[in-house]
């Protein structure tokens, strides 16, 4: 069975750091490239970062450019993202999706996982 | 940036045939995808590119790509179909993906 499990989300200040993952199973993580989307509670879906499925290349929405790290390990069939310097408007449910193609071409998520939810408050 | 437009809420009756609709110039270069989210749940993917269902998705749901606008057509809509509906599309912008704000259907 295909699936994605997200972890690594909590109660952080402003300015401060969390790393989330992602594990993933029932795939060839390595022949996908990946994604990070998030939900800020009650709102839509709104875009965060991409890694290819050789992690050579990465894509990050503007709002988070600069603080958030997107990356990899195909060993470990894991997603990561390390986020800094974080904000209040930050706070929302991170999911974790697999598009359908390696490199960034057309294509979908079409597999999501359920979420790891950051919360930044002082 | 670009932006997808949907309509906040739609309602339809039991059994009838509901379309949400989606726009943004982005549209106009890369097909739409939807997906539909019940509450508490994640995403899942019901429609996407040109003319694609995934497996195990009712073919009840369908969709439709023309200039800037995408539609998502449930054709005998059921219960179980009440959900938030969002709709996303590549983008050359400097955000690749850009999403709607979702469309939140009810079956009356």
């Known amino acids: 069975e295909v699936q994605l499990l997200e972890s690594g989300g909590g109660l952080v200040q402003p300015g401060g750091s969390l790393r989330l993952s992602c594990a993933a199973s029932?795939?060839?993580?390595?022949?996908?490239?990946m994604s990070w989307v998030r939900q800020a509670p009650g709102k839509g879906l709104e875009w965060v970062s991409t890694?290819?499925?050789?992690?050579?290349?990465?894509f990050y929405a503007d709002s988070v450019k600069g603080r958030f790290t997107i990356s990899r390990d195909s060993p470990k069939n894991t997603l990561y993202m390390q986020l800094n310097s974080l904000r209040v408007e930050d706070t929302a449910l991170y999911y974790c999706?697999?598009?359908?193609?390696?490199?960034?071409?057309?294509?979908?998520?079409?597999?999501w996982g359920q979420g790891t939810e950051v919360t930044v408050s002082s | 940036s670009s932006e997808l437009t949907q309509d906040p809420a739609v309602s339809v009756a039991l059994g009838q045939t509901v379309v949400i609709t989606c726009r943004g110039d982005?549209?106009?270069?890369?097909?739409a995808c939807w997906y539909q989210q019940r509450p508490g749940q994640a995403p899942l993917l019901v429609f996407h590119?040109?003319?694609n269902r995934p497996s195990g998705i009712p073919d009840r749901f369908s969709g439709a790509n023309s200039g800037d606008t995408a539609t998502l057509t449930i054709t005998g809509a059921q219960a179980e179909d009440e959900a938030v509906y969002h709709c996303?599309?590549?983008?050359?912008?400097?955000?690749?993906?850009?999403f709607g704000a979702g469309t939140r259907l009810t079956v009356l």
């Open positions: 999706a697999k598009w359908t193609t390696r490199e960034w071409e057309p294509g979908t998520f079409d597999i």
């Open positions: 029932g795939f060839t993580f390595s022949n996908y490239a």
């Open positions: 890694i290819t499925g050789s992690g050579g290349s990465t």
């Open positions: 982005s549209l106009r270069d890369y097909y």
């Open positions: 590119g040109e003319n």
């Open positions: 996303n599309s590549r983008d050359n912008g400097p955000n690749l993906v850009v």
